[in-house]
């Protein structure tokens, strides 16, 4: 999915907010806006969103001296996430569900809404809201018998990890989910607040299936930012599972494999491009071609 126009303004917030939030020196606030600006300016529309992103909190973090500026933020969320499923016996609710695997994915569907790519303003209230209220919504796409059917003929899973908070939720899918088949995908160093292996490790992922990073700090899935060790993982599994906006941004081009793009769409232009209602809970399949 190519950068849009709606994709700017929000580069350019996301920009702002993170500037504000790194220093309260206005030279260095100004410098991080100006840099922002310079590389829209720059902008070749062939791109897409996190690419740029990419660049722009790259610059945030070396001016600013921190090489993760929301590491705060990401630990507080996955606090609030086991908080959420401890208040609302998540746990209990998936085993009791008449169809497990279905309510699983919604959770971790709604989960997506923890992405401070969209508003560092996301309340710990929107969270739970987002929670409670994902087991009567409707899901734009696919099933999730479609998504088993696929998983059981895999025989290697890759599971591409987004947000930190949001991987909480994660794990009541892998849970319903072949284990033995997946392999869960991290950054390789912050961005943002994406999940990275401190992340897998602080809320217990690495006990449940394999986890690697991809050795990129891009959001997002970009190949030329990645390893080598993980793009011949990408290359030898059978089933993508793709977590959040910026995934599906920059893998919905993507032809040679069978992927699910499981996210909330948060934004007009993922909506758009998938063609659903902005709000939706999403679980779009991507057949070989």
């Given at each position: 999915?190519?950068?849009t126009?709606?994709c700017?303004t929000?580069?350019v917030?996301q920009s ?10 206005i ?9 922002t600006l310079q ?5 070749d ?5 996190p690419?740029?992103?990419s660049?722009?909190?790259?610059y ?6 921190n090489?993760?500026?929301y590491?705060?933020?990401?630990a ?20 009791s ?9 919604r959770?971790a ?6 992405d401070?790519?969209v ?19 409707n899901i ?6 479609e ?8 025989n290697?899973?890759l ?23 997946i392999t869960?995908v991290?950054?390789g160093?912050p ?5 990275t ?10 006990d ?9 700090d891009?959001q997002?899935?970009i190949?030329?930012l990645c390893s ?6 990408f ?5 993508i ?14 032809q ?8 909330k769409a948060k ?23």
């Amino acid at each position: 999915m190519k950068v849009t126009y709606e994709c700017l303004t929000c580069l350019v917030r996301q920009s702002t907010e993170a500037a504000r939030m790194v220093t309260e020196d206005i030279e260095l606030q100004q410098k991080i806006i100006k840099h922002t600006l310079q590389e829209v300016g720059k902008l070749d529309f062939s791109e897409t969103a996190p690419y740029l992103g990419s660049i722009i909190h790259k610059y945030i973090k070396e001016i600013s001296n921190n090489p993760d500026p929301y590491k705060e933020l990401k630990a507080k969320y996955n606090d609030v996430a086991f908080q959420i499923c401890e208040d609302l016996k998540l746990s209990e609710l998936v085993k009791s569900s008449d169809f497990p695997l279905d309510t699983a994915c919604r959770l971790a569907m709604a989960g997506n809404i923890i992405d401070f790519s969209v508003s560092i303003l996301v309340e710990e209230e929107q969270v739970r809201e987002t929670i409670e209220k994902c087991f009567k919504a409707n899901i734009h796409g696919s099933t999730a018998d479609e998504l088993l059917d696929a998983a059981n003929k895999a025989n290697k899973i890759l599971y591409l990890a987004d947000n930190s908070g949001e991987i909480v939720f994660d794990k009541f899918l892998i849970n319903e989910l072949p284990k033995e088949k997946i392999t869960y995908v991290v950054k390789g160093e912050p961005v943002v607040n994406d999940a990275t292996m401190d992340d897998a490790v602080s809320v217990g992922m690495i006990d449940l299936v394999r986890v690697i990073d991809n050795g990129s700090d891009a959001q997002g899935t970009i190949f030329d930012l990645c390893s080598d060790e993980f793009k011949n993982e990408f290359e030898e599994a059978d089933l993508i599972i793709s977590k959040g906006q910026a995934n599906y941004e920059t893998l919905s081009d993507v032809q040679n494999k069978e992927m699910f793009f499981l996210l909330k769409a948060k934004c007009k232009s993922v909506a758009n491009n998938i063609e659903c209602i902005q709000g939706d809970l999403v679980m779009k399949r991507v057949h070989v071609k």
